[in-house]
């Protein structure tokens, strides 16, 4: 059965890639009033998601944007043979208590804000490789559940500097089928650990420009394309100063992505209104704006190719404390339009 | 392409699994002095392993024992094309610290003291899918680091309860291969978020033996399979109170597997001299003991097939604090001798 599907040094091209059979996206107040605001599948007003503490509302979260996804598509929990979720709290605790009630096997995953793109290579991996009909992508973030764990309590009101990303309260989850949908996942091109020694926790961005570059490098060499090819080379939270520098780094590398780079942390906020810094971050960043405005584009046919590269800083408020350095990773995902 | 491979609610039977190539483990001293010392590849005696910091001890724990995997196996980092890896620390900090310098593309992941199911899991379908002809699957625990996280400051001195376990400072990583090896993987059962309302964070077997129950109860009637077609059926860290709990269970299921159960966590220490209560705990509980003892019973034949089932306890400081219950998960991995 070992027919060979990988390709260059660290892609695999599907030859019978998944079809994205439904998505969803459920954001908070705050994602709602910004310019992505009617895309999104649902938005809810309540931060706390009816719930008594923040890590209980991310749970929430989850568990009714998977509601709505089950809704869109009229699958039950049971013909979902596997879910790939995660999120950016310590041991997963927003999966562990969002997903319970749905029964479904789970791999849970951890990239940090690159967990949508970690999610839907394996999904994509799982139902090409002749394992699963169905399987559920998912990964979310609470912007008052992150900034408790990684920042400063809400209560300190402390100051953000101009470099520092806002965490975006989101999840997106899609349905990944064997058989039908209006988009495919074509191939993946899955990350590395990259480190040029940044330390500084609140410039996300730079921290992960690095490893957004590793892996839109390998891509474009392993597939043998140019940058156009791609109607959008989406990165997932870089913001404004992490855009500039993966720009950089790929023309030093002889690819010039000005033309088609986007990323979802700049296009979810309006940095003039909302007072957002650098942009949107938090693997929900993403997620959501793939499960909005992005499949939209696709659905529509406006964009028939984009190469979806959410990066994560792997950053933990001890390794911060201790002094280490912010690595980042990125996972590499094709989506066409059917 | 799609053959389809899964069987039952929630396994896959692999037409073509991978071989298991070579395998590698490092403990501390505590875990050397044990019953299973002589299998251990390596015994560290400082518990720092050279570094400042605990965590910095466990990514080097991770780092050194992938060193000893490529040494044994003869494979250099770049003919490694994934790594399935994680720990217990939030945000998998020493995966991210410990694997950086090998530059292998991967996937982090969460299972609590189930992660080397999950690993071994994922490595498994990627290589049976051709999606990869080698693949790293890896999990760790430190005693100091998962002490700090999810009980006390070890200064403090906290008396420990008889139920409670002992977090084992240990790793044990994998090379899975698509030709060759001494024993292979030719099954998985995937676990599901099994809660049953317990809150009692100092009594982890009594949490995790029901994901256990369940997801062996899963595997014997997705396969067919009666309990004494396994040699072994080996649960990663339920101690002597989850053991008791899992048998319970099983035998009002219908399947009595007294006679063949067996914990990683009870064999690894010895209750009458070590004063580790219930038994050891910690994903690098199993990982190690499957990466020694087991795997050795295997590569001579006394055992010729196993059903490894790691335990894990879904549990997070912050739930905890916050008054959650601690659901478990467990993913069982069928290994047979070649």
Redesign the interface.
Known sequence: ??????IGR?S?SF??GPYIHAYASIVGKKEGEGPLGKYFTKIVEDDFFGQN?W??AESALQGETVKLLLNRSGVSPSDI??AFA?D??????AT??G??EY??????????CSTMG?AL??AS?????????RVLALASSHFASAEK?FRFPLGYGSQRKFCATWTVTGCGAILLD?SSGSARVTGIT????T?YGLKEKDNMGACMAPAAADTIYNHLSDFGRAPDYYDKIITGDLGYVGQTILIDILKTKGYDISNVHMDCGIEIFDINTQDTNAGGSGCGCSASTLCSYILNQIEKRAWKRILFVPTGA??????AN?G?TV?G?AHGVVIEAV
Chains 1, 2 share one sequence.
Request: net charge negative; proline share 5%; charged share 15%.
């Open positions: 059965m070992n027919n060979k599907q990988y660290q695999i030859t019978n503490t890590e209980e043979r596997y995660g950016l709290l310590g041991q997963l605790m562990s208590f997903l319970a029964n479904i096997p789970l791999f849970g995953i951890y990239g940090a970690e290579s394996l991996m799982t139902i090409a490789g002749g394992y699963a009909d764990t064997s899955t990350g590395r650990i480190d792997l950053l933990s408020p001890v390794s201790e280490q690595p990773i």
